[in-house]
Nanobody, 131 residues
Framework: QLQLVESGGGLVQPGGSLRLSCAASGFTLDGYSIGWFRQAPGNKREGVACISSSDGVMDYAESVRGRAAISRDNAKNTVYLQLNNLKPEDTANYYC????????????????????????WGQGTQVTVSS
């Protein structure tokens, strides 16, 4: 019954902000590492951010570092991705996924993703940045 549902996307002008949500059901998010990924039409899926299950260490792709913040709300069983100073190149469908072990860095998250060890749920939430 493990399920992740993304929400919070929308149309925003360059320089604007959005807060994306990843709500879990059927399991407790606190015991998992979480990754945010995105995919634009014609592009491969790429990693955006991650937060570890053990110590909560957070890391980000260079493309969003300084503009993104990942966080947990254990009471709501939800993980968030705050996106600030949005750029047209941020336009994509954003997905969250879970990994069963701690993560030490964003690079390690990518390694585990390419190994097929992240689980993706839901249909994503669309972020469109345009003037």
């Amino acid at each position: 019954q493990l399920q992740l549902v993304e929400s919070g996307g929308g149309l925003v002008q360059p320089g604007g902000s959005l807060r994306l949500s990843c709500a879990a059901s059927g399991f407790t998010l606190d015991g998992y590492s979480i990754g945010w990924f995105r995919q634009a039409p014609g592009n491969k899926r790429e990693g955006v951010a991650c937060i570890s299950s053990s110590d909560g260490v957070m890391d980000y792709a260079e493309s969003v570092r300084g503009r993104a913040a990942i966080s947990r709300d254990n009471a709501k069983n939800t993980v968030y991705l705050q996106l600030n100073n949005l750029k047209p190149e941020d336009t994509a469908n954003y997905y969250c996924a879970v990994y069963s072990k701690p993560l030490s860095s964003f690079i390690q998250a990518l390694v585990r993703y390419y190994a097929g060890e992240f689980e993706h749920w839901g249909q994503g939430t669309q972020v469109t940045v345009s003037s």
